[in-house]
């Protein structure tokens, strides 16, 4: 059976137990039980198609807070590490000329349904630089390809996208920014056209999925990103993704995943 929202399909539950003992019984090893850490994804990285001009989703150490910062502020929320994002304005030969890239998974969510969503969300660094390229809201977001399934449209693809609210803080790490309950949604193409959940009128998380859920066959995910573009420069990064019970670490070194509470 196909496990669900990104569990790496071919771990099992035994060996990620043996994997624990074995590293809590190692002398000054870090325990997968006591970090919270389950294992690694690699099914992670940038999404080709869907990704124009020259911009940068890197694995990365860091950033450890602007000059100045101390505290839980001035490091990646999760390890060491975090997902680093450049994405550039005018910069292509194309209408619009911006870059825009998507740093994701196209295997592990596939076939999940979309209406199983309820914890959606992730930590940013943000600077005082991007407010100034493109305001508070110039924010990375989170995409999830799906096929909507609507009674409404034939259409078989969609992407739900969230846009955040403004990060509470600049030049340093932010909280969680839930993406269930602040910032708004919208869905691309036919689908939101149908749904009235589209660019021009944004809709909450709640209304996303009561518009999706309209009689049909349930939606269901192609693939999960955290993205940028097309529209301002972003120099910045991501860490603690979240999809229901599990937290992506980006780490420089992989993506680990993280059981949450």
Not at 105 to 129: I, M, R, S
Not at 163 to 183: E, I, M, Q
Not at 218 to 245: C, E, F, M, Q, S
Request: charge should be positive; proline fraction near 7%; include cysteine.
């Amino acid at each position: 059976m196909k496990a669900r929202f990104g569990v790496k399909r071919k771990v099992t539950l035994a060996v990620t137990a043996l994997v624990a003992i074995a590293a809590s019984a190692v002398p000054g090893s870090a325990s997968a039980v006591t970090d919270g850490i389950r294992g690694s994804s690699d099914h992670w990285g940038i999404i080709t198609r869907n990704t124009i001009g020259s911009p940068v989703a890197a694995l990365r150490n860091g950033p450890f807070g602007s000059f100045g910062v101390s505290g839980p502020s001035a490091r990646p929320p999760y390890g060491r590490g975090s997902l680093g994002i450049e994405v550039a304005n005018n910069s292509t030969s194309l209408n619009p000329p911006s870059e825009k890239v998507d740093f994701g998974n196209e295997v592990d969510f596939y076939g999940d349904p979309v209406l199983g969503l309820n914890k959606v969300g992730f930590h940013v660094f943000q600077t005082a630089e991007n407010v100034s390229y493109g305001g508070p809201g110039n924010l990375p977001n989170i995409r999830f390809e799906i096929h909507p399934h609507l009674t409404a449209t034939p259409t078989t693809y969609s992407t739900a996208v969230w846009v955040p609210d403004p990060s509470p803080v600049t030049n340093r790490w932010s909280s969680y920014l839930d993406a269930t309950t602040t910032g708004l949604w919208f869905l691309t193409g036919a689908a939101g056209v149908a749904t009235g959940c589209n660019q021009t009128t944004l809709c909450t998380f709640s209304q996303l999925k009561t518009a999706l859920n309209d009689g049909g066959a349930r939606p269901t995910i192609y693939t999960a990103a955290v993205g940028k573009g097309r529209d301002h420069i972003w120099i910045g990064a991501v860490d603690g993704l979240r999809i229901n019970k599990t937290i992506y670490d980006f780490e420089a070194d992989g993506v680990k995943t993280r059981r949450a509470n």
